[in-house]
């Protein structure tokens, strides 16, 4: 089955520790992106990637990191969390950039 | 400042009534997204409007886009209470770019 998939699905964390969100897609997608939710913010874009070789800054990345080793993989990093962080993340990929996005299930992430 | 708006931002409709929900952009764009989003879950997409004119139909619902006008809008004929979720329409413009979102609450 096509499919993105996050892990994990929700996460408690603190103020200051490190964590990772993974992203995986099985559809050969070149382009992929992270995505955070918020109410009355709609979806706003943190990083993303066109293919293997090029990453960039979206519109809200400070504070994450990403890296794009495979083309199948694309893990949102938080070096060092904060409360403001808390939101519901998005990973989505597409064919190449411009077309239709196929969105992960979301992560829920909360910082205390 | 590159934004997408969309009207309303809550709707609620009684089954079997007609409405529309407007996606206004403020730059150049040829393509368009409509996503749907059911509360807790993810989005998926619905429509993809590839250029001026273009219109989509699936079920009851409508897309339409105008590229001069920088609008996009999906229609609703005899809504039903399935429907109830919230949409974002997404122009592609330099980057990918989402409205705020219509919520959608559909009343038996």
């Known amino acids: 089955e096509a499919q993105v998939t996050q892990n994990p699905r929700y996460l408690i964390t603190v103020t200051g520790k490190k964590l990772t969100v993974t992203c995986s897609q099985n559809m050969n997608h070149e382009y992929m992106s992270w995505y955070r939710q918020d109410p009355g913010l709609g979806l706003r874009q943190i990083y993303y990637s066109m293919n293997v070789e090029v990453t960039d800054k979206g519109d809200v990345p400070e504070g994450y990191k990403v890296s794009r080793k495979e083309k199948r993989n694309f893990p949102l990093i938080l070096e060092s969390p904060s409360p403001n962080q808390t939101s519901l993340y998005f990973c989505a990929s597409s064919l190449d950039y411009g077309y239709e996005q196929y969105f992960g299930p979301g992560t829920r992430l909360t910082v205390t | 400042e590159l934004k997408v708006e969309q009207n309303p931002l809550f709707l609620s409709m009684q089954e079997g009534k007609n409405y529309t929900i407007y996606c206004n952009y403020s730059?150049?764009?040829?393509?368009l997204y409509w996503y749907r989003q059911d509360p807790g879950k993810s989005l998926e997409s619905l429509f993809v409007?590839?250029?001026?004119?273009a219109v989509k139909q699936e079920g009851r619902l409508m897309a339409s886009l105008d590229t001069k006008a920088r609008l996009s809008t999906l229609h609703i004929t005899a809504a039903v209470h399935d429907l109830s979720a919230t949409y974002f329409c997404a122009p592609l413009t330099y980057k990918y770019i989402f409205g705020t979102g219509t919520r959608l609450k559909v009343l038996a």
């Open positions: 409007l590839l250029s001026n004119g």
């Open positions: 730059t150049t764009s040829d393509r």
